[in-house]
């Protein structure tokens, strides 16, 4: 994971490489934060970007991430501004925020939601996704309770539903909190899920309160 900043300078190469103006200058108009040599150094040294006189361009691995990053950011726009109808101005920023946060299976249901639009609203290409190529019309991960996975599902927490607030903080010292990839060992008598290397035992009540992401076989963590 890079830090935020790094993320938007690769952004801005991606985006000043779109317009075929590669140059630093044009980079830092594009750029929300202040990019420091150091920055560039360390993108340079983690195989991201390269270098030629003035002028910046994305390696193919930098080319993989600043791809997913736009992805977002674009997809973002197109849910704000079309289902949230924020304003130009707020709506930037939103999604300069959502788009280091978007957890992929998110993103493909949003983009599945949306339509697998192609364009941001204003008018700039949004790089495909896995559910765009496979044409998913249906969205198929939603967020359901713990207890109605199966043994052998697998999960991602979205939220807790603290039902006492002393159960609540006793999850999150376990270590079950928002993020946390588990899955379902069996479901009766009693629920009992392993995440790490913890194995759990749930009454059914707190089950019930605990809310993942479907995850399917084939998504890693
Ligand atoms: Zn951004
Ligand atoms: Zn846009
Ligand atoms: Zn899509």
């Avoid at 990053?69 to 709506?91: G, P, T, Y």
């Avoid at 991602?156 to 928002?178: M, V, W």
């Avoid at 605990?210 to 890693?220: A, K, N, S, T």
């Amino acid at each position: 994971m890079l830090r935020e900043e790094l993320e938007e300078i690769l952004e801005a190469v991606w985006v000043s490489n779109e317009y075929r103006k590669p140059g630093l200058e044009e980079i830092k108009k594009n750029c929300p934060v202040e990019i420091a040599d150091q920055d560039l150094l360390t993108l340079q040294q983690e195989g991201l970007i390269h270098r030629q006189d003035n002028d910046i361009h994305l390696t193919e691995a930098g080319k993989v991430i600043a791809a997913g990053l736009v992805r977002r950011h674009r997809l973002a726009e197109v849910l704000l501004s079309s289902i949230l109808q924020l304003r130009n101005s707020d709506m930037e920023e939103v999604a300069c925020k959502v788009e280091h946060c978007l957890q992929p299976e998110v993103e493909e249901s949003i983009c599945t939601l949306l339509g697998h639009p192609e364009v941001c609203p204003d008018g700039k290409p949004i790089p495909r996704g896995r559910c765009c190529t496979k044409g998913l019309t249906v969205v198929d991960r939603a967020v359901v309770s713990l207890s109605e996975l199966k043994a052998g599902e697998r999960g991602k927490i979205t939220y807790i539903k603290p039902i006492t607030h002393s159960n609540f903080h006793q999850l999150i010292s376990f270590g079950l909190h928002p993020g946390v990839v588990l899955t379902v060992h069996r479901n009766s008598p009693t629920i009992c899920i392993k995440f790490g290397n913890t194995e759990l035992a749930l009454a059914d009540e707190i089950a019930a309160n605990i809310f993942v992401w479907r995850l399917h076989p084939e998504d890693h963590p």
